[in-house]
């Protein structure tokens, strides 16, 4: 089958809406199940492949996601490009809530996560080139279509991942800040990792849920109902910019 994208949701995004044709694949790999099944179908023409990162119910934590398996899922059903829209905190001053970020680089804070296939008996160690961590050629489409569409997009930052599921103190966004991150997420790592492995081009959509911990300039707690409503928002621009990046 060909795939001409695969969308990975994150946090408040659990079917892509408008496909037609929908069908749903169980797939079970090597890694063992992904998170939820994949759903391909037709969009502007174009084989599309969604998967939600933390299962259709929203009942994984980024630390128990199985990244191999959702990542060797879309690969073995004919997936090269791949975008993960991921849920984040923001740390820069103008990446405030509902901001839509395409980040460029990232540094990983997460431990004791399953990083790499070749981690496994059998397997040939493969040392990936992960300097530049995202697809430059597709970030550049994103932009483009997210320009298309009239859609405004932060081009460029630095993606910290962390543990989680817990939100970050104060003084560990300001360690990241002085890290040169900024933005905060829990599930960007080994994702984008693993899909360099596999030779998948793949790029990161991130939307700003919240500030990160110390960063609302009016110094306000930080409340789920605030960052639903803002994810909400954010979410809500995805589609019409991969409807636009589709149409070209």
Known sequence: MKIDLALIGGTGLYAFPGLEEPRRHEV???WGAPSAPVVTGMLKDRRVAFLARHGEGHTLTPHRINYRAN??????????RVIGVNAVGGIRADMAPRAIVLPDQLIDYTSGRVSSFCDAEGEAVLHIDFSEPYSANLRAELLAAAQRARIAVIAGGC???TQ???LETNAEIERMRRDGCHLVGMTGMPEAALAREL???YACLALVANWAAGCDPHAAQ???EEIHAHLAAATAQVPPIIAALLET
């Open 28 to 30: 079970t790999t090597r």
């Open 71 to 80: 990542i060797a899922a879309l690969y073995e059903l004919g997936a090269r």
């Open 159 to 161: 993606y910290g991942a």
């Open 164 to 166: 989680g599921p817990r």
């Open 199 to 201: 030779g998948i081009e």
């Open 222 to 224: 930080i409340s789920m």
